[in-house]
């Protein structure tokens, strides 16, 4: 049996929402938007559809985002599950780990800090109620696949289950939306990626989005943090507030995000696109609608309510 340890220090993020349990920080100037647009229309049909498969085919698994690149995903669904049963199922784990062939062994134990700080922990891990999916864009599958080398070595040095682990654990990849030819080349078939088949068959599933989108998120799009490589991971001052030129249009994207999710047309639009899904008759994925559609009013006295150019865009957009 292993003790509970502290978290290891990881990139300040604000808290936008009453998820978890806490209070929304107030932002003040940091977030105002001065000459910058909302996101296009067509970037929250996007993320709002492939968020809704991402809930439906994760089959009530806890959700980890890796990296910074879904960052939107996990503000939306912050907003859309604040108050509900959901509190505390939506993690963060912030690292860059696209490659591992450079890490000093003191760069292992911290990334092994991060997984377990997360709940990835093998003896945790075995002995979890619900499963747990990473989320994360994927083009080439490089930073899953060094997570779970990096966990599956944890695993065999403690010598816990895993056939047990196995099932507790999944992979969702959110990758470029591209041709559904017999043909068309898939991360999966990668050689470097033969770990995919060390799982259950539906335990790594893709979902794609539209490639405008896509690249904007992993590529373009302004993030609260910068990047946190292993490099960083000692690095005293990578935990303080950040302070870089684009975190006032990072912040208005992220809080933009989070009122949307709270907005009671796009958790209705949420579960409708649920409901096209193939899994959607399982208990875990009508668990998920039931708290999309009865999430409480803010009880946190915030006032803070979805302004009402966010739901106008959301409606507009859709017709």
Known sequence: MTTAA?????????????????????????????????????????????TAKVLARADGADLCFLGRSLDSMYDLLTG?????????????????????????????????????????????????????????????????????????????????????????????????????????????????NDWVRTLPAAHVTDVSLDGRVWSYLADNQA????????????????????????????LAEARYFTEAGRDSHLREELIRLMAREPGFAGREQRRIALALRTRATSRTGSGTRPRTGTRARYKTGNR
């Open 80 to 192: 859309a599950l604040e108050h509900s049963p959901w509190d505390g199922r939506l993690l963060r784990l912030p690292v860059s780990c696209m490659a591992d062939t450079d890490w000093s062994p003191a760069a292992t134990r911290r990334f092994r800090e991060h997984l377990a700080s997360v709940g990835l922990e093998p003896y945790a891990l075995a002995r979890r109620k619900r499963p747990i999916a990473l989320v994360d864009v994927v083009a080439e599958g490089r930073s899953y696949g060094t997570l779970h080398r990096q966990l599956a070595g944890w695993i065999e040095e403690t010598r816990e289950p895993w056939a047990v682990i196995r099932r507790k654990l999944r992979y969702i990849a959110v990758t470029c939306r591209h041709s559904t030819s017999p043909n068309t080349w898939r991360w999966q078939q990668d050689p470097d």
């Open 223 to 250: 993030k609260v943090n910068e990047s946190f490589p292993h490099w960083n991971w000692f690095d005293e001052e990578s935990v303080l507030t950040p302070r870089h030129r684009r975190l006032a249009p990072a």
């Open 6 to 50: 502290a978290p290891p220090p990881q990139p300040y993020r604000w808290s936008l929402s009453s998820f978890g349990g806490g209070r929304p920080d107030q932002l003040g100037a940091l977030a105002a938007r001065q000459d910058q647009s909302p996101p296009s229309g067509l970037v929250l049909r996007e993320l709002t559809a492939v």
